[in-house]
């Protein structure tokens, strides 16, 4: 609950796809406060349902565990697997997550919005350094050692920006 929970705050929608029976789906979803959810699949109708959810919210991340989970681990955006899984769903997932719980989905999301913020940031910068040289060059100020040592310097910069995710402990807590 706690998962989805965190999942629902971060304004993602959640669904559910299952072989299971529609009323058992139906309680669960319920239960943990799932958006919506599609019962009595079988793989390939998974794969349908999936396709239905790209086009109504966009990029899917499809976590699964079984074997029929294969073919929708492979065709969603990001498939990501739970280690206790079964070996076709590990092997088809781009994701296999470490433990069995939904929190670590969770985590690897925060880690990947920071990690996205750090590289939009760098390309900002990387951008306008080089703009701004360029524009120092077309007037006369800056030569070509100006701007070697900029490049390098900016290099610098966005190595040191980009070590700022190695502190990622406080995006280890789900709750956080």
């Given at each position: ?77 990001v498939g990501a697997a739970m280690n206790s ?13 470490m433990n069995s719980k939904l929190s670590s ?72």
């Open positions: 609950v706690k998962a989805i929970d965190s999942f629902r705050a971060m304004a993602l929608k959640t669904a559910m796809l299952t072989g299971d029976r529609t009323q058992n789906a139906g309680e669960i979803a319920e239960k943990v406060h799932i958006d919506e959810f599609s019962a009595q699949l079988l793989p390939e109708e998974k794969l349908q349902e999936l396709a239905k959810i790209r086009k109504k919210y966009g990029s899917v991340l499809f976590i699964g565990d079984g074997i029929n989970d294969g073919p929708v681990l492979a065709g969603a955006d899984g079964a070996d076709l769903a590990l092997e088809a997932a781009d994701v296999v997550l989905a969770v985590q690897a999301k925060k880690i990947a919005d920071k990690i996205a913020i750090i590289v939009r940031e760098n390309i900002i910068f990387a951008l306008v350094i080089k703009a701004a040289v360029l524009l120092l060059g077309l007037l006369g100020v800056a030569n070509m050692w100006f701007a070697v040592f900029a490049d390098s310097g900016t290099a610098m910069l966005l190595i040191l920006n980009s070590m700022r995710i190695l502190s990622v402990k406080k995006y280890m807590n789900p709750t956080a």
